[in-house]
């Protein structure tokens, strides 16, 4: 683990006050190999390591810590700082129905993560609509079908011939005159170098103007996290971000490289395939386990 | 790389940053480029888009699987069972290969071993039909391995060439669900003794070093011929084969390049290096 890597940096060094520059630069390699086998992008890596180094040198070695121990609750806070203090709840509409749009790679956990926001926002007294915009992929419509019955949510489909931004704006409609305060729109999964199809995306934003945008990104996402989130980022403006199957043992680097790069909250943690398997993001359980 | 460039710590430091950049790995791209100024020197290469080149037949080597394509013909009914992590392409993928077989003048059987998710098996039966594949398939929430042995029991009566079987995705850590994968297998072996003859790992490339848990863990419990990198089509390099193939020894045998049928390429070890650099 890091923190035994780092205390055999510091081995040698016993009851030192402050950390010298030698030190520090020595902790950072093991810093930069410790976030790199997480899956953080390189070069977000090495913005994230000289902001650290800048903190770290000359920084106070606390009684009660070895200078192992201090750099890492100095790297800690950093990520802390990074990932956290910022509004990590959806953007409610001043007049409903407020539009939540889903977006990312293909298999990214859209579908699923759109059903399991629909029924956290259900529990919370809302009353969802679920979109099937999705009119690409097989079974795609009848799979959000089946998550909206799951849950007892409605799900607005016109089936696989109408154009989304169409499906999009009828169904905006469709919860205005039906009681829906939450619309939850599912999109294809798409790649962010389609422009055809982040063309389509760029249209339901301008058809409906969303108050939220949602991409959704796959927890064991490596260096290409931060080219998917600048380009999604840039096309349409990101609200948020939803990391999905983190129940399992990838590091999760990809929070750090998608915060770090589009300045957006991650929201919601995806923890399973079920439809209550969503969490709060929390930035300190996140930090520790990135960093291993 | 430009052509005038000096062979000095930041062309070295370069490269790595390519490799890592690429998802090979911190450990592993240091590793190889350790390994690449011990050849330089060796050899005295002088220019830097020779060191490129050295590098780029050092990466082919390691990706270069004996077996490259699928051992089918000597089967009858072949069967192939393809496995992975949730979202990765497993199910586009079987219908890519459906197509192919088709193409080949094959006759496939497709199982909608997929029992749990949400219209799954829906979703395999329109690549059935676009492929023109036979379909077997039972009640939503019943148990995969009796899809499985359903399967092929059909296929022997039908006098079917080839069956692919599709699974759930799943999470390697989750040990009852890696156990379900056992039984899938032990059922087909039991109707088959040396089926399934092909159990193929489908991995994203967008997928960082978690990748490498995944193929540990897949092998250890099903035994894997090979793998298919799909998802090749985005920026994503897929780098992490380079240490699944230098550790594993499990071949990349296709990947994918787009969501049509037509999306899959029998995998190529040099164009698949060349495309690291671009
Ligand atoms: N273990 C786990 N699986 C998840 C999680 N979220 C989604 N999945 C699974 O990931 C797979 C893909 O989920 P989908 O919801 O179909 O993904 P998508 O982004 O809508 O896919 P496309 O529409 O094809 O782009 C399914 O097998 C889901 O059950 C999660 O948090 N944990
Ligand atoms: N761009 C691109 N998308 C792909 C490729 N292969 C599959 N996909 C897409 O990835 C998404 C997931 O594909 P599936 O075939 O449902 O994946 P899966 O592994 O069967 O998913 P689960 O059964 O839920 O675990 C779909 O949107 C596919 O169209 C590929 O090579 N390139
Ligand atoms: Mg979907
Ligand atoms: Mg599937």
Known sequence: SLSEKLQNTFKKLKGKGKLSEKDVKEAM????????????????????????KERAVGAEVLKSLTPGQQVIKIVHE???????????????????????MMVGLQGAGKTTTAGKLGANLKKKGRRPLLVACDVYRPAAIHQLEVVGSQIDIPVF?????????????????????????TVIL????????????MDELKNIKAEVKPHEILLVVDAMTGQDAVNVAEQFNEA????????????GDTRGGAALSVKAVTGCPIKYIGVGEKLDALEDFHPDRMASRILG | ISLNKEIDEDFYEELEEILIGADVGVNASLQIVESLRDKVKERKIKKADEVKELLKEELAKIVEGKSQGLNLNEHQPAVIMVVGVNGVGKTTTIGKLAFK??????????????????AAIEQLEVWANRSGSGFIKHQQGSDPAAVAFDAIQAAKSRGTDVVIIDTAGRLQTKVNLMQELQKVKRVIQKEIPDAPH??????????????????????????????VLTKLDGTAKGGVVFGI???????????????RIEDLREFNPENFVEALFD
């Open chain 2, 101 to 118: 077989f088709k193409e080949e003048g094959k006759k496939v059987l497709l199982a909608a071993g997929d029992t749990f998710r949400a």
């Open chain 1, 236 to 247: 349409l403006g990101i609200d948020g971000a939803v990391l999905t199957k983190l129940d």
């Open chain 1, 78 to 100: 950093e990520l802390i700082d990074l990932m956290g203090g910022t509004n990590s709840s959806i953007n409610i509409a001043s007049k409903p129905p407020t539009i939540i």
């Open chain 1, 186 to 197: 599912d999109t294809a999964g798409r790649l962010h170098i389609n422009e055809e199809l």
């Open chain 2, 245 to 259: 193939c230098s550790e594993m020894e499990i071949p990349v045998k296709f990947i994918g390049i787009g969501e």
């Open chain 1, 29 to 52: 390699r093991e810093v930069r190999m410790a976030l790199l086998e997480a899956d953080v992008n390189y070069k977000v890596v090495k913005d994230f390591v000289n902001k650290v």
């Open chain 1, 157 to 181: 489909s016109m089936g696989d011939r109408q154009n989304p931004v169409n499906i999009a704006k009828a169904a905006v409609s469709h919860a205005e005159n039906h009681g829906n305060d």
């Open chain 2, 198 to 227: 092909e159990t193929l790992l489908v991995l994203d490339a967008t997928t960082g070093q978690n990748a490498i848990s995944q193929a540990k863990l897949f092998d250890e419990t099903v035994n894997l011929s090979g793998i």
